[in-house]
T-cell receptor
Framework: GQQVMQIPQYQHVQEGEDFTTYCNSS?????IQWYKQRPGGHPVFLIQ???SGEVKKQKRLTFQFGEAKKNSSLHITATQTTDVGTYFC???????????WGAGTKLIIKP | AAGVIQSPRHLIKEKRETATLKCYPI?????VYWYQQGPGQDPQFLIS???????DKGSIPDRFSAQQFSDYHSELNMSSLELGDSALYFC?????????????????FGPGTRLTVT
């Protein structure tokens, strides 16, 4: 079936280090959305990428959509404690317009 | 700004009982989604409604049903509850916008209902 693979499952970083999560789809995506879920909270929409090769920035967050519209990444520069949470990608399938969620990457700041 | 409202926030039921979860989407949003999220898992899509009509169906068990009413609120009905149904149930709503050849429909999630089946 259609899948969106997201890696890694967890990433432990020291505060101030960078963080990256990657999503890869088996099929072409119409667009991809990114959400953040804080511990004990609900997913919150961050951004939607639509165009091939698109790059968008939100302060320390950089989102990329691959040229083939099958992969995407989220990079956080100089992580802060407020970045803690799970980051999900969700891709809209080109074929049937169904939204498929990645498994999420949990960002953990080492004490 | 108004957000998605879900009730109740917490629910404890016994096996084989029934449960009804309610969702009030953001006003003027045209689509409602239901998700189930187990501990440490990604949200599993259950079902969605566009303008009160079922639009998509995911991994919703036959024991569950949902509907959207004329006032746009939605209810998820769960019968013959099993221990494995214990999870966070999120409702989300979105407004479909067609802009510059693209479609925007970011989902706004409610706080969730934590269902515990004992």
């Amino acid at each position: 079936g259609q899948q969106v693979m997201q890696i890694p499952q967890y990433q432990h970083v020291q505060e101030g280090e960078d963080f990256t999560t990657y999503c890869n789809s088996s099929t072409t995506l119409s667009n991809i959305q990114w959400y953040k879920q804080r511990p004990g909270g609900h997913p919150v929409f961050l951004i939607q990428l639509v165009k091939s090769g698109e790059v968008k920035k939100q302060k320390r967050l950089t989102f990329q959509f691959g040229e083939a519209k099958k992969n995407s990444s989220l990079h956080i520069t100089a992580t802060q404690t407020t970045d803690v949470g799970t980051y999900f990608c969700a891709g809209l399938m080109d074929s049937n317009y169904q939204l498929i969620w990645g498994a999420g990457t949990k960002l953990i700041i080492k004490p | 700004a108004a957000g998605v409202i879900q009730s109740p926030r917490h629910l404890i039921k016994e096996k084989r009982e029934t449960a009804t979860l309610k969702c009030y989407p953001i006003p003027r949003h045209d689509t409602v989604y239901w998700y189930q999220q187990g501990p440490g898992q990604d949200p599993q899509f259950l079902i969605s409604f566009y303008e009160k009509m079922q639009s998509d169906k995911g991994s919703i068990p036959d024991r569950f049903s949902a509907q959207q009413f004329s006032d746009y609120h939605s209810e998820l009905n769960m019968s013959s509850l099993e221990l494995g149904d214990s999870a966070l149930y999120f409702c989300a709503s979105s407004l479909t916008l067609h802009l510059n050849g693209t479609t925007r429909y970011e989902q706004y999630f409610g706080p969730g209902t934590r269902l515990t089946v004992t």
